[in-house]
T-cell receptor, first 113, second 114 residues
Framework: GAVVSQHPSWVICKSGTSVKIECRSL??????MFWYRQFPKQSLMLMAT?????????EQGVEKDKFLINHASLTLSTLTVTSAHPEDSSFYIC?????????FGQGTRLTVV | AQKVTQAQTEISVVEKEDVTLDCVYE???????LFWYKQPPSGELVFLIRRNSFDEQNEISGRYSWNFQKSTSSFNFTITASQVVDSAVYFC???????????FGTGTRLQVFP
């Protein structure tokens, strides 16, 4: 099946710094990618839809200036958590769909200290 | 509005028991897809099955089986003869053909004890 690679798998950063997470589709082109956030013992909540060559579409309640999304190529989307705070600590996971089946990256566990 | 409900937050069974995980969905779309994913403690999502709205045939894959009932908007998942390795969180999800957004249920944590 299709492969989506996410990097890094975990990151620890200091409060106030920015963290970039990459999501790559390895064997297919993805004009659209999705970013999810999962708090411990909770479900995956869609944060935003990343569109290649245009602005991302954010879900209600997600701060676009806080979570910067860039989808500069058909195989790469990045999520940057700017000025991270401890409450941003979470599991972030991306997905892409070559057709109607969603493939997920391995996820990134972000801890802000 | 699209919604996926997994009423069972947590289920505990003893190995070799059969267990059914419930999933009820809401959508106004006529074309949609339903999924089940397994999330082990490591966090990655493991794809289990996809079913489109026009295919109500039940499916069996080894110890796993799925019952899709469009009349009750349910897509239940049964594990037969459960094993300790089945312990994980299981998510049911709905993909709208129109929006391409995958909406997850709240998940059911399954614990299988030896």
């Amino acid at each position: 099946g299709a492969v989506v690679s996410q990097h890094p798998s975990w990151v620890i950063c200091k409060s106030g710094t920015s963290v970039k997470i990459e999501c790559r589709s390895l064997d297919f082109q993805a004009t659209t990618m999705f970013w999810y956030r999962q708090f411990p013992k909770q479900s995956l909540m869609l944060m935003a839809t990343s569109n290649e060559g245009s602005k991302a579409t954010y879900e209600q309640g997600v701060e676009k200036d806080k979570f910067l999304i860039n989808h500069a190529s058909l195989t790469l989307s990045t999520l940057t958590v700017t000025s991270a705070h401890p409450e941003d600590s979470s599991f972030y996971i991306c997905s892409a769909s070559p057709d109607t089946e969603a493939f997920f990256g391995q996820g990134t566990r972000l801890t802000v200290v | 509005a699209q919604k996926v409900t997994q009423a069972q937050t947590e289920i505990s069974v003893v190995e070799k028991e059969d267990v059914t995980l419930d999933c009820v969905y809401e959508t106004r779309d006529t074309t949609y897809y339903l999924f089940w994913y397994k999330q082990p403690p490591s966090g990655e999502l493991v794809f289990l099955i996809r079913r489109n709205s026009f295919d109500e045939q039940n499916e069996i894959s080894g110890r796993y089986s799925w019952n899709f009932q469009k009349s009750t908007s349910s897509f239940n998942f049964t594990i037969t003869a459960s094993q300790v390795v089945d312990s994980a969180v299981y998510f049911c999800a709905l993909l709208s053909y129109n929006t391409d957004k995958l909406i997850f249920g709240t998940g059911t944590r399954l614990q299988v004890f030896p």
